[in-house]
């Protein structure tokens, strides 16, 4: 069945380095979705990409979506410690139902 | 503005006890409701979805339900809890056609 898959599962950087997270599906995506969760917090919607190889920026955040439109990446430009947190890609499947990714965990050391 | 609400934030019950949570949505009409839960330190798994009233789909049976009993009214229940029942629930919405949730504040549950 269809998976949405991130890699990798942790990351620790330090304060001011960059950070990316993969997020690979099996079959073809209509569109996919971005999510982050602090610790002991809920997951908050940050940006849904459509188009096969569209790229949208947020600040530091840039996100993309490939030209096959299977794989999707988020990166983070100079991170801060507000960005420490959990990465989720969510893909659709049927109906209104998602898949959501494994989720990429990251920890900003300052 | 739309707002969801989630209760009870944090729930400790004994094994064989039932469970009720519940989960309100605001200031839309016909949302998409669903239960998820996330283990420690993991993803997030769809429990229920429901489309409207009435309508529920569920993707891990278990010893877990679920009801929608008004619009913007999402109950998950068991009549008898299991130590594996443990996590941390999650209620979340979205418009029909629209594919962005908005999740609640979730509930931490631990059985014991």
């Known amino acids: 069945g269809q998976q949405v898959m991130q890699i990798p599962q942790y990351q620790h950087v330090q304060e001011g380095e960059d950070f990316t997270t993969y997020c690979n599906s099996s079959?073809?995506?209509?569109?996919i979705q971005w999510y982050k969760q602090r610790p002991g917090g809920h997951p908050v919607f940050l940006i849904q990409l459509v188009k096969s190889g569209e790229v949208k920026k947020q600040k530091r955040l840039t996100f993309q979506f490939g030209e096959a439109k299977k794989n999707s990446s988020l990166h983070i430009t100079a991170t801060q410690t507000t960005d420490v947190g959990t990465y989720f890609c969510?893909?659709?499947?049927?109906?209104?139902?998602?898949?959501f990714g494994t989720g990429t965990s990251l920890t900003v050391i300052p | 503005s739309q707002t969801i609400h989630q209760w009870p934030a944090t729930l400790v019950q004994p094994v064989g006890s039932p469970l009720s949570l519940e989960c309100t949505v605001e200031?839309?009409?016909?949302?998409?409701l669903y239960w998820y839960r996330q283990a420690a330190g993991r993803g997030l798994q769809l429990l229920f979805y429901?489309?409207?009233?009435?309508?529920i789909s569920s993707e891990v049976p278990q010893n877990l339900s679920a009801s929608r009993p008004q619009d913007r009214q999402f109950i998950l229940s068991s009549k008898k809890l299991l130590l594996s029942d443990s996590g941390f629930y999650l209620c979340a919405w979205s418009e029909t056609g629209r594919g962005e949730q908005y999740f609640g504040p979730g509930t931490r549950l631990t059985v014991t």
């Open positions: 200031g839309t009409s016909n949302p998409n």
């Open positions: 969510a893909g659709p499947r049927t109906g209104n139902q998602f898949y």
């Open positions: 429901s489309v409207g009233i009435g309508q």
């Open positions: 079959t073809t995506l209509s569109n």
